[in-house]
């Protein structure tokens, strides 16, 4: 069962905006899930961008606080990042992450999304 799925990702103009979504499997979504966006630029280490816990609570690189947004929606058990201003240095493949335990169980899962290429250019 293919557990996250990401999308949104393409090219656009510096200061241009793009909405990525990481659709997630119910098992996932409804338990004390931890979701995360990641990135990856090529010779760079992957790189924390936004974290979202079961409680709404989040947490953001300091240097993306205030252009990207990380939320959830529930009911359709999907993470979004708005990303505002966007600059050529964010140009990276962003990965969807989640870790936590299922639904209703102790049972521990940790999985990524394949990634979602973004291209910030003129």
């Known amino acids: 069962q293919v557990q996250l799925v990401e999308s949104g990702g393409g090219l656009v103009q510096p200061g241009g905006s793009l909405r990525l979504s990481c659709a997630a499997s119910g098992s996932i979504y409804r338990g004390n899930s931890i979701m995360e966006w990641n990135r990856q630029a090529p010779g760079k280490q992957r790189e924390l961008v936004a974290r979202?816990?079961?409680?709404?609570?989040?947490n953001y690189a300091d240097s993306l606080k205030g252009r990207f947004t990380i939320s959830r929606d529930n009911a359709k058990s999907t993470v979004y990042l708005q990303m505002n201003s966007l600059k050529p240095e964010d140009t990276a493949v962003y990965y969807c992450h989640s870790t936590g335990t299922f639904y209703g169980t102790a049972t521990r899962y940790d999985y990524w999304g394949q990634g979602t290429q973004v291209t910030v250019s003129s």
């Open positions: 979202i816990t079961s409680d709404g609570t989040t």
